[in-house]
Nanobody
Framework: QVQLVESGGGLVQAGGSLRLSCAAS??????MGWFRQAPGKEREFVAA????????YYADCAKDRFTISRDNAKNTVYLQMNSLKSEDTAVYFC????????????????WGQGIQVTVSS
């Protein structure tokens, strides 16, 4: 049974940092990514990473502050978020695909339940 479980969210002050984790079970994935969704907005791409960790892709909002990484032995992907801003407040979703698929929501086959990240001023 494929399952993605996010952890590491919570409340943080503006300028602070959080590291999100996504533990995958049931199979391994070549492509994994992070998306987020704020109330009243569509789900948006944040970052993606390939199996080899040699290819990453970031949304403009994340490229200078966030780092995506993965531990293939643990079948886990991480999102290190630094210099957090209030506009980063959202539910963050982990997603997985059999191949590296970049930013396109429709190409990810599996999704976590989402985890809340709240950045306070």
């Amino acid at each position: 049974q494929v399952q993605l479980v996010e952890s590491g969210g919570g409340l943080v002050q503006a300028g602070g940092s959080l590291r999100l984790s996504c533990a995958a079970s049931g199979r391994t994935f070549s492509g994994m990514g992070w998306f987020r969704q704020a109330p009243g907005k569509e789900r948006e791409f944040v970052a993606a990473i390939s199996w080899s960790v040699s290819r990453t892709y970031y949304a403009d909002c994340a490229k200078d502050r966030f780092t995506i990484s993965r531990d293939n032995a643990k079948n886990t992907v991480y999102l290190q978020m630094n210099s957090l801003k209030s506009e980063d407040t959202a539910v963050y979703f982990c997603a997985a695909a059999p191949y590296y698929t970049g930013s396109q929501v429709g190409k990810y086959d599996y999704w976590g339940q989402g985890i809340q990240v709240t950045v306070s001023s």
